[in-house]
């Protein structure tokens, strides 16, 4: 197989269980402290990503200047594109008259997060490519749980919203084919790039997830599961961290 190809396959698998996760937020009914626990072991699962599999690599990359303009770039974009979210649907609910609910914000925003962190990842994934090693699977297991989480709370805050079942998969079968074509142009794009590049990309996924967790998925986590998120989110850290630890 071409590795281009390879490196589309991986980004489609990686981002396959925004799918998994959504088919269980919308056909599946859990009780909303469940689905506090499932992100709550998802954020665990990201912030290991992002400090050991992003950050880290950005810096022996491209050192500290790519990777810290990388970090603050995506969390700025994302913060942008968020507020930019958020604002129109508050304009909606206001000219519509309806009760403010805060679910169809929460899926959009997990979703745009997903996108904005997505995209980087796969490309980083068809980089990984490039050595001839293979791909990391350490780094596809965080990403594949991470994204179950995100794609159920996603989808059940649509859900919630009204938001139709068509739309909603759509959305997310949007963005499993963007992280494959992204994995295959990193592949394609990226052999023999500036190291400085590769650094600036994967930092700035780092930097979207940062935000993303930090303004919309942890903190929905703490509101419907109360404490003991921190204990999941422990545990969800500890178990992308043994992943890679047993990798290396």
């Known amino acids: ?44 699962v990201l912030v ?84 001839g090693e293979g791909v990391s699977w350490v780094f596809v297991a965080a990403v594949f749980l991470s994204n179950v989480p995100e794609g159920l709370s996603g989808a059940a805050g649509m859900k919630t919203s009204g938001r139709s079942t068509k739309y909603i998969l759509g959305l997310w079968s949007g963005v499993i084919l963007t992280s494959g074509l992204a994995a295959a142009l990193g592949y394609l794009l990226l052999d023999g790039a500036n190291p400085n590049i590769t650094a600036g990309i994967q930092s700035f996924a780092a930097g979207a997830v940062l935000a993303m967790l930090a303004s919309t998925m942890m903190p929905e986590a703490y509101e419907e599961g109360g404490a003991v998120v921190g204990l999941l989110t422990a545990l969800g850290f500890l178990v992308a961290f043994t992943l890679g630890k047993l990798q290396s």
Request: no cysteine.
């Open 48 to 131: 290991s990503a992002v400090a050991f599999d992003l950050m880290d690599e950005a810096f022996q990359k491209g050192g500290f200047d790519a990777a810290s303009i990388g970090l603050i770039v995506g969390a700025v974009v994302y913060f942008g594109a968020d507020l930019l979210v958020s604002s129109r649907g508050a304009k909606h609910r206001k000219r519509s008259g309806e009760q403010q609910d805060g679910g169809a914000n929460t899926g959009m925003a997990l979703f745009l997060g997903s996108l904005l962190d997505g995209i980087p990842e796969s490309l980083a994934i068809g980089v990984s490519l490039l050595s």
């Open 1 to 44: 197989m071409p590795g281009y190809l390879e490196a589309g396959a991986w980004g489609v698998v990686a981002g396959a269980a925004l799918l998994v996760g959504a088919l269980v937020g919308l056909y599946v009914k859990l009780p909303k402290r469940w689905i506090s626990a499932v992100m709550a072991v998802g954020a665990g």
